[in-house]
């Protein structure tokens, strides 16, 4: 049996009169244009952790050489009060916005499929990885042949994806207040250094 003819029946573009999977071309355009706002507003969340991280890794870099050459001067006036809080605070940035940009994990998502004794998503690496070739491509063709496990795999995938991107939005957020919390703060305890 010829391999190639698994799929010659997919639908993709929606002028065919019935695939294996019965996934529309209007459908499959929905679901790509989601997939692809999903990784632009990734893209997005990325970058900006990246501008955190680089603004506040700059700063601490310059900090360091000036408070080892000014330390009984910064020790006099008490401007190690301050200084420590911009210190904690960008290094507090960092780590957050390094949480942003570390790998999405899907232990959740499989050990919810084990527990439920679903089929694994050949779409998405995380369930899969474990998997040799042989075993990947009997998944697929089996997935693809059934409408219903099809359909709820996608949704699935979808899901766990937009729950992936709220979670980094909800920590570059975090950074950010963070880091202007930070800087306002810092910036009175110079002022009341000074004054006081």
Do not use: W
Request: charged residues 20%.
């Amino acid at each position: 049996m010829n391999k190639q003819n698994d799929f010659d029946d997919i639908d993709v573009d929606g002028n065919e009169e019935s695939t294996p999977t019965n996934i529309k071309g209007g459908i499959l355009s929905l679901i790509r244009t989601t997939q692809r706002n999903y990784i632009n507003l990734t893209n997005i969340a990325d970058n900006k952790a990246h501008i955190l991280i680089s603004i506040n890794s700059l700063m601490l870099t310059i900090l360091i050489p000036i408070v080892l050459a000014n330390y009984q001067i910064i020790i006099d006036k008490k401007f190690y009060i301050p200084m420590a809080m911009f210190a904690v605070t960008c290094l507090l940035t960092i780590i957050y916005s390094a949480m942003v940009l570390s790998p999405f994990s899907g232990n959740k998502q499989t050990s919810e499929i084990q527990k439920k004794k679903t089929k694994r998503s050949p779409f998405f690496f995380t369930n899969y990885a474990d998997l040799t070739l042989e075993e990947y491509r009997i998944l697929f063709q089996e997935t693809m042949a059934d409408k219903e496990s099809t359909n709820q795999i996608i949704v699935s995938d979808l899901y766990y994806f937009g729950i992936n991107l709220a979670s980094k939005y909800k920590l570059v957020k975090r950074s950010y207040k963070i880091f202007n919390l930070g800087m306002i703060l810092s910036f009175i305890g110079f002022i009341l250094a000074i004054l006081f």
